[in-house]
């Protein structure tokens, strides 16, 4: 997931749809961007938590996508 929003970041201008775009957004929240190498324990932990805590499958389904 970390490596996905750092893809989307450097594919900039390029867009992506509402909820990865939403997703993206909340994951950098708590995980900023990586433009120098550093320590990803922290973020590991943080998105892990909006991963066990249903934050992100509820941001996708409030967008209309869900998962099977």
Avoid: F, W
């Avoid at 490596?3 to 909820?19: E, F, G, T, W």
């Avoid at 120098?36 to 509820?58: A, F, M, P």
């Amino acid at each position: 997931l970390l490596a996905s929003c750092q893809a989307l970041d450097l594919i900039k201008p390029l867009k992506v749809n509402k909820a990865l775009l939403s997703i993206h957004e909340r994951v950098r929240s708590v995980s900023p961007y990586m433009g120098e190498d550093r320590s990803l324990s922290s973020d590991i932990r943080e998105v892990s938590k909006l991963i066990k805590n249903g934050e992100l499958i509820s941001i996708l389904e409030d967008q209309g996508t869900y998962l099977e």
